[in-house]
């Protein structure tokens, strides 16, 4: 029997919903749960505390998500939950670049799983990924047809890389590629570490437009491995401020730039 099995009797009828809203999205903010519940903090709060107890639920600093051993490692929850407000801003402002039916190749990482959470249960178009935590959403998503990616698993980025995933994408065809990247500056788009730059390389040529989705953080930083140059996307969806110089180097690239706030 599951935690969330076991602590079912107990619960009221609210607290229900609660995991309901949490196992279609794995992660909310206290505030916005309250909102959707149409009931104070408080009243969130004083719900949460026997479900975090029993450990049905993880409460963090300003929000509460399942447990993380039973979706996310904790290094990979922690991330989920920084910049949450922010990263759900940016997933709203992606669904604009998604049409009925399209084809779109989401990527790893936390900002591309907003955005997967983001999609409307209605969704009846192609989803391709190779991130664990978007397959699992797609469950959620019946009418959507799914291609998962296989390859080498990386537990810390709860995706899989490798020349398989690579191979499979050379045979696609999608709309529009989500990208994820650890970094953004004039001169580019950067990640962490080389071993995933094959995929993402992969990821951003088989789609006909690519959607870059950067975080305030990840603005004006470099990182230690260079995924392409602005040219390589088409649009930029970020909740940060850009400054003046990079805004003019963007424009110059072409790149189309959206600004989401959370």
């Known amino acids: 029997m599951s935690q969330i099995e076991a602590v079912a009797p107990t619960m009221t009828a609210r607290q229900e919903q609660i995991m309901d809203l949490?196992?279609?999205?794995?992660?909310?903010?206290?505030?916005?749960?309250?909102?959707?519940?149409?009931?104070?903090d408080m009243?969130?709060?004083?719900?949460?505390?026997?479900?975090?107890?029993?450990?049905?639920?993880?409460?963090?600093h300003g929000g509460v998500g399942l447990p993380h051993s039973g979706i996310y490692t904790t290094g990979f929850f922690s991330r989920v939950t920084a910049e949450s407000d922010g990263k759900r801003a940016i997933a709203?402002?992606?669904?604009?670049?998604?049409?009925?039916?399209?084809?779109?190749?989401?990527?790893?990482?936390?900002?591309?799983?907003?955005?997967?959470?983001?999609?409307?249960?209605?969704?009846?178009?192609?989803?391709?990924?190779?991130?664990?935590?978007?397959?699992?959403?797609?469950?959620?998503?019946?009418?959507?047809?799914?291609?998962?990616?296989?390859?080498?698993?990386?537990?810390?980025?709860?995706?899989?890389?490798g020349d398989s995933a690579v191979a499979t994408l050379t045979d696609l065809r999608a709309n529009t590629a989500f990208v994820g990247v650890a970094a953004l500056d004039p001169d580019g788009l950067y990640?962490?570490?080389?071993?995933?730059?094959?995929?993402?390389?992969?990821?951003?040529?088989?789609?006909?437009?690519?959607?870059?989705l950067a975080s305030a953080s990840k603005i004006g930083r470099t990182a230690l491995v260079r995924l392409g140059a602005l040219e390589s996307m088409d649009v930029l969806?970020?909740?940060?401020?850009?400054?003046?110089?990079l805004r003019r180097d963007l424009r110059a690239a072409g790149v189309e730039l959206v600004r989401a706030t959370g």
Request: glycine share 6%; with cysteine.
């Open 237 to 245: 969806i970020t909740d940060a401020a850009v400054p003046t110089a």
């Open 191 to 212: 990640m962490e570490r080389e071993l995933e730059r094959p995929i993402k390389s992969a990821v951003m040529r088989c789609a006909e437009k690519v959607v870059v």
């Open 43 to 60: 009243t969130v709060r004083r719900d949460l505390r026997p479900l975090a107890a029993q450990g049905a639920v993880r409460v963090v």
């Open 92 to 161: 709203e402002k992606a669904l604009r670049f998604i049409r009925p039916g399209d084809a779109v190749v989401i990527d790893a990482g936390t900002t591309c799983l907003a955005l997967a959470q983001a999609l409307p249960s209605s969704f009846a178009g192609k989803i391709v990924t190779h991130s664990v935590p978007v397959l699992q959403r797609t469950l959620s998503l019946p009418a959507a047809c799914t291609i998962g990616l296989g390859g080498e698993l990386l537990h810390d980025s709860h995706a899989f890389v």
């Open 22 to 40: 949490l196992r279609h999205r794995g992660f909310y903010a206290t505030a916005e749960l309250a909102a959707v519940l149409d009931v104070s």
